[in-house]
């Protein structure tokens, strides 16, 4: 297992295995109210099971090159993570999302996981387009992406219902040469 550091306030960015299910699933538990109005993420973890099948889907789509889950460590506890939903090694384009639980809001810790995935994506998987989709109501999600220099592509109206409602789903992007020209 590997550990990246995320800067000098005690943040890791790590894998998170299906042996962690517990624990993954009391992070889930306290995030729920901050991630639930925005994606399935958290009603996908309801219990030690269904949390335990999530994060095997993850190691599988990792094993299948399709897909992987980075959870964010502050000071030992889990808070947050950072995920590639989709990964296309063949047409070099993947997709990322966070999620956080309010006791790690306002650190920047999801701007600067982001950063590391963006970082690897381009500069050692060869990636040439790195997407982030949130819907248009989810204002923290969107400010990432901004602060992450993402271009807003467009909004897709109504795109996907959740909850209930319909959302406008907004997608961001950014690409290789973008991305290496404003790190250098």
Not at 117 to 133: K, Q, T
Not at 159 to 165: E, N, S, T, V
Request: glycine share 10%; proline share 3%.
């Amino acid at each position: 297992m590997f550990t990246v550091s995320l800067g000098d306030d005690g943040a890791e960015l790590r894998p998170v295995e299906p042996w962690q299910a517990a624990e993954f699933l009391a992070h889930m538990d306290r995030a729920r109210a901050l991630v639930d109005p925005w994606i399935p993420f958290a009603a996908a973890a309801t219990d030690l099971t269904s949390a335990r099948a999530l994060l095997q889907r993850y190691a599988d789509k990792q094993a299948a090159d399709t897909g992987r889950l980075y959870g964010i460590w502050l000071d030992g506890t889990l808070v947050g993570g950072v995920l590639f939903r989709i990964f296309e090694a063949d047409t070099g384009n993947c997709e990322i999302g966070c999620w956080l639980e309010a006791a790690a809001e306002g650190r920047g810790l999801v701007t600067r996981a982001s950063r590391k995935l963006i970082d690897w994506a381009f500069g050692v998987r060869g990636m040439h387009r790195v997407e982030w989709l949130a819907s248009s109501a989810n204002k923290r999600s969107v400010a990432v992406a901004e602060r992450l220099g993402m271009t807003r592509e467009g909004v897709l109206r109504e795109a996907y219902p959740y909850r209930g409602k319909r959302h406008d789903e907004e997608i961001w992007a950014v690409l290789a040469p973008e991305w290496r020209k404003r790190q250098g």
